[in-house]
């Protein structure tokens, strides 16, 4: 009885509970429901142009954008400015200066942790895709409307050419991607590296195309058309350069997959179709409105270039203003300001030259005073004729050479805060000397900093600000490309090569070409000589001599013991650095990270790690 | 919002006067004695200790009131089995410690009298206990809630009794427990010399700059420590409250307060910015018969938070004091101005004087109601309550900060000083901030609990909550979860126990199909000494075995709100076009995850219970959790996919453990002393964390498979011996290297030493915890104290700016005086690699705190029921083989305490 009674009331309860159940969740059915909301979707960008020029604008941030030269930019995850172990600058071992090293000591491995990864790249390269992918489903309102879609299909189109000859020139050919992934995993193999060049061409002939010959003002410094038709020349030139133009390195002999470094076979007709490139593109540009800067005279054109936007740059990335304290992503000027000459004194020092660097300048009259070195330490200069001709010593160094050696470097004796305090700079290192202007910094070596992109004007006051435009396309590098394959194709300089390459040289108030200034076993090689210096020199820290190097295969040229000066009571002596850089060959195409590799099916590691 | 929380404290204390009740005195009965009827606080209930099934440690408030005052979690160390308590920071306002129970990766849920709510401003005097619920039995009605356990804590109520006041008042002084000093001016320029030599560089100090240390302010000598800190500031609490009630209504009522100064010595009489906490309390919980069946009840607890802190922060303030060199500069020059340098701009002092200060003040408004009515006239046992749930904070900052000019004296001789300057004193910059959270929560719930028949006690509950968590002003979409739950105890003659629990729950966080989720559990018990067997055993009065197993849930939010939808977000800023205005970008977020689903963890637990000789009990549990659908970014993409990955459900980790408390009580007449003794311990392994696997020769490199804790670095294999040892050793990449620096083990075998010669140097760490605390009264006098210990603990240098003198321009610090220090450097980095040679032993030994008390007998008159003074220490005394700081706290920042404590209780 009693039992029946309990289950009675158990009976009663759960119908109780049923029924409180139910009223709850009837009332409480839509209650996780997201909320509408102003959330940015791929609808909502694709909606109008106003929005859709955003996902494009951001292929412009220097994230993705740029010549990865940030020198010193050691806050940033990217450690490295290629222009830092390439350039012969003094390499302290100071942690955020000595990851660069690593990339000349011989130790570069897929471990290294200041590689780059591949992420960087495949993410512009995925936001460009889907902009093409998606660009016919934005609304018009207008036909100008219309042609600005057009426009910026093209800027699409030019980014994702721009990303591969990133990508290629560091790794070789990495896998053509022709669709945005949505995190899928479909095999994509690393392209062969001639049908790599081909659909990269494609692109940017689409982007020309698309893209206009100029920009209204607001949007100055986007991918114009010459800028489109010269960034396919300089990779055209790459292209036929003696690294991928030939056969494999012999290092690489035996490598599973050739086909990803290179064409495997030498066709000259590389060069011409490089050559007709560099031509259209050089009309383009002049069309456009873009001539060499001559404005500041010979003296100063290449500062017053590195410092200003000018008609020469076809391609630039700007950072925002400060002052010489530096930005979060630039400290050109932070770090590279001679001590005690402006109001900021910084006791550190970002970029030092080396004697290996100083040494290769030509005189005023386009020879080489010095040829080399009788000792490893790289402290015992071997004059040229023409250098003891010229009477040549160290403690007149900078007498009558190229006028852009004053304009790359500071140097003791040299002037530096034009207009405020006019200081001659005395690199003395006794410290009783008076007006010295020598940083304590005990790693401040070699008596040379740098003067290019640093803003003179900066050290008079904190409320001076400077945004610094570092080129990503010249129009004197498009000019030296078309020499260079002209020079290749006809087995030596034409009239139009000498031209082109005069017209550089005589900007900085240099001579013509002179064959009999250069080594060389012929007129091929002569003039490919003296476009290597005229290079080293013209492009000092635009990150182009790394490159270069590396595509010409004379990577052999960054194997190099460092010297510096030595300035005591006045008298120059030269000092061993103690640092040598190591030249691998495998260097000529990077290894992928090694996450990279093992999460990414047909991603073969290159050749030597 | 102040104001309306003063007229509140009044009319609390009005009602605490205004009821009577028949006297009941306070006994406080410790130790095994309760061990079998002491109520124990578990998910939404309570049950008797014998009839738990699950893992549950439990303390009462009471034995928390003897410890830190400063914060209600330093009073946890070492006392619950199971739960790890990590000291956080001495700064006042700051120093709540973080918990972890079981080596779980995430904080606890931690309940406040039934409500997920913080407990850091709650009070021991306020706690009736805090329960720490560990295995699935106990947590799975927790749902999405329940997989990192959850610490319970349960506040008092009134009963009927006349209303009884305690006071409580204590205040002494505080100063740090360790601090790592930097070495003086003299021993700092022979040291930079050494390091100079070392380098290859010509020494910077000659002997008669060393000798001149401290002559005049060209060659200053500043212990930065001495100058910057006090030797010890204020503390103290009051406290005040009243238990009472009648047939009608039930209170509790609290009021304290508490005063908490900082250690900065620095003064500035317009803009003093020394930390320090002035905190008010209050909390009223009544129970209100409304009519013989129904009780309403209402909880109401606020409090108010007055935090003054120095406007550079914490970080930059003590990375100066422990790493800014004594010659560095002046900290007050000759001419008044603050010391400085173009690199050193961050003067301790000018920091603390000019440098600004912010305030905080924060209110806390917390209130619950609910109405429970009886149903026993319709079904004997039914009942159901509804209940509604308002939290509110505020929090308002502002404050005020500028940078100051600091000067250095320019070279040259004498006493008439040129300077250089360096930045200008700006103004102050104001700012002020206002955020708050709100949480909304609604729940309903229905318990049968049947009369007792032949031996059968059958105990059910369901519920169902709702909640709506705003938790800052400026969250659009508020966080919504639903929780449907359910127990059902059954139970056999006292003898055998069974649970089991479930909860249906779901959150906005996942696409709309995918919402809810069920986790159930079900646990079971055996009172094997109820058993005819056991009966003539004399020495074991009570034994118990169980065991439980479930799966509970952990709601991650991961990649904010809704990652289920592709979203972008605003990318780079550059400056394009004519006059180079900024341009914005947008890029893609995190790739929507539109499978994304909670974290599980499976948690089976086998627990012994025993009651020895009437005065040992134990407690001991065997644990197994396994978590899968941990939230990783699974790097298992392949490059090209071009996205910035999500997090995925792809971990999987296993964590294995002991929990042991064991007690003894003596009871004689004059002389009653108890002791308990905790003792966690667990591991754990990553069995899947979406790591990029190194396969073949490198599969040293992974961590799948160590514990969460691993630390990936370089061995240590010696040091070199000479320049032969250099020249034949395989090759070093991270600097130049010198005799007696750090040589490291070639783990590939490629004679390069780099990156990928890393291996596991400190896998599972920090994961054994033991509490000692006892308790004794002789007469008159009481004395109790608790030692605590953390085994396998380390103190990790690498990386630490303390253990790199002169690399970042800091000073070396007794640590650099130890004799196996590799050899000083200005610049070479080698020494300096992560490696395990910067991993040291941190195991130690605290006496965390020790109370001593005298109650006065034979109180004049008769209202005082109860009066004892105290002395007591906290955190007092330290054995550890790292001497050079509190190993607990080797970081850069403002340390933990110590503090000396006199104190009253008086019960009327």
Known sequence: ?609 | MKKKIYLYLTIIIFCGFSNYGNAQTDTITIGTGEFLTDKVEIAYGEKQSQEITSSISTIKGEDLAHSSISNLGNTLFGKLSGLFVNIGSGEPGNNAPSYRIRGGFRAPLVIVDGFERDMTYIVPEEIESISVLKDAGALAVYGMKGANGAIVVTTKRGKIQKGEIKVSIQAGIQSLVDKLETVDARSYMALYNQAAMNDGLPVKYSASDIDAAGSSPRYPNVNWSDLVLKEFTPIGRANFDVTGGNKLVKYYVNFGFLYDNGIYKPENPDMNSNANLKQINVRSNLDISVTPSTVFGINLSGNVNQNVLPAFDNNRIWEAIHTLPADAFNAVNPDGSYGGTSILLNNPVAMLETGGRNNYVSQYLNADFRIRQNFDFWVKGLSASLGYLIDNSAINGDGSWRNYQVKQIAPGIGEDYAYYSYRENSQYNEWSNADGTRYNTFDADIRYKMPEANGNKLDVMVRFQSDEEYRSNSDISPYLTNNYAGRISYSKDNKYFVDLSASYYGSDQYISDKQYGFFPAASMGWVFSEEKFMEKNSWLSYGKVKASYGITGYNRYVNGRYPFVQFYQSGGTFPIGDTWGDRTGLEPSMLANADITWEKTHKMNFGFEALMFEKFSLLADFYIDKTTDFLVIDENHPAFTGVNLPYENSGEFTTSGIDIQLGYTSNSNDFQWNANLIFSYFTNTMDEIGEAQNTGIYSYLNTTGHSYWAILGLEQDGVYQNEQDIQNSPKQTFSEVIVGDLKYKDQNGDNIIDSRDRKIISDMHDNIDIGLSFEANFKDFDIRGLIHSRINNIVNLNNAVVAQPFLNNNSPNNLTLEDDFPPLTLSRTNNYQLSDFWIRDGDYIKLRNIELGYSIPNLPGKKMSKMRVFLRGVNVLTISKWKHSDPEFTGIGYPPVKSYLIGLNFNF
């Open chain 1, 1 to 609: 009885m009693k039992r029946k009674n309990n289950i009675i009331k158990a009976i009663k309860s759960v119908v109780f509970v049923c029924i409180a159940i139910l009223l709850i969740v009837a009332c409480e059915q839509d209650f996780l429901e997201k909320p509408a909301s102003s959330d940015v979707t791929i609808d909502t960008i694709f909606a109008n142009t106003s929005n859709a020029q955003q996902l494009i604008a951001e292929l412009y941030h220097n994230q993705y954008f740029g010549t990865d030269n940030i020198p010193l930019n050691w806050w940033d995850d990217q450690w490295l400015g290629w222009s830092d172990f390439s350039e012969d600058l003094y390499v302290t071992s100071a942690g955020w200066h000595g990851q660069i090293w690593k990339y000349v000591d011989g130790t570069l491995n897929p471990g290294s942790l200041m590689l780059q990864r591949l992420n960087r790249t495949f993410y512009a390269i995925r936001t460009a895709n889907i902009f093409i992918e998606r660009a016919n489903t934005i609304t018009a309102v207008s036909a100008k409307d219309e042609e600005y879609i057009q426009h910026m299909l093209g800027e699409a189109y030019a980014h994702k050419g721009y990303q591969y000859f990133k990508a290629f020139r560091l790794w070789g050919s990495i896998p053509w991607m022709d669709k945005a992934l949505e995190g899928g995993e479909e095999p994509y193999a690393r392209m062969p590296f001639a049908e790599m060049i081909d659909s990269i061409e494609v692109s940017l002939d689409k982007a020309a195309n698309l893209l206009p010959n100029t920009w209204e003002d607001r949007w100055t410094g986007k991918f114009t058309r010459s800028a489109a038709l010269a960034l396919k020349a300089k990779i055209l030139v790459y292209a036929a350069s003696p690294l991928y133009n030939g056969e494999v390195p012999a290092y690489a002999s035996g490598y599973g997959h050739p086909e990803v470094l290179g064409y495997n076979n030498y066709d000259k007709e590389r060069w011409k179709k490089a050559a007709d490139a560099c031509k259209i593109a050089i009309d383009a540009c002049h069309s456009a409105g873009h001539e060499l800067y001559n404005e500041a005279g010979p003296e100063r054109n290449i500062y017053t270039l590195a410092l200003n936007l000018t008609k020469e740059h076809l391609l630039y990335e700007r950072w925002e203003e400060f002052n010489t304290l530096g930005g979060w992503r630039y400290c050109h000027n932070q770090m590279n300001y001679p001590y005690d000459v402006g109001w900021y004194k910084r006791a550190e020092t970002g970029m030092q030259p080396t004697l290996q660097h100083v040494d290769f300048y030509q005189l005023k009259n386009g020879k080489f005073p010095i040829e080399g070195y009788s000792d490893a330490a790289g402290t015992q200069p071997i004059l040229t004729q023409a250098g003891i001709e010229a009477g040549y010593n160290d403690q007149e160094f900078a007498k009558d050479r190229d006028p852009r050696f004053g304009q790359n470097l500071v140097y003791h004796g040299s002037k530096f805060g034009e207009h405020y305090n006019d200081k001659i700079i005395n690199f003395d290192s006794d410290v009783t000397v008076p007006d010295r202007t020598r940083s304590p910094w005990p790693l401040f070596k070699t008596c040379f900093m740098v003067r290019k992109f640093i803003n003179e004007d900066l050290g008079e006051a904190s409320t001076v600000l400077h945004g610094a435009i570092h080129p990503v396309l010249r129009l004197a590098d498009i000019y030296l490309l078309y020499a260079e394959a002209l020079n290749n194709y006809h087995d030596g300089p034409n009239g139009e090569a000498l031209q082109y390459f005069n017209l550089v040289r005589n900007r900085s108030g240099m001579p013509d070409y002179e064959s009999s200034n250069y080594d060389g076993a012929n007129a091929r090689e002569k003039f490919q000589n003296a476009l290597k210096y005229e290079r080293r020199v013209e492009f000092f820290l635009e990150a182009q001599r790394y490159f270069d190097l590396r595509r010409w295969k004379d990577g052999e040229d960054l194997a190099r013991t460092y010297a510096g000066f030595n300035v005591n009571n006045g008298i120059i002596s030269r000092v061993a650095l103690n640092q040598t850089a190591i030249w691998k060959d495998r260097l000529y195409f990077h290894p992928f990270q090694t996450d990279d590799v093992n999460n990414t099916p047909g991603l073969y590691q290159n050749p030597g790690y």
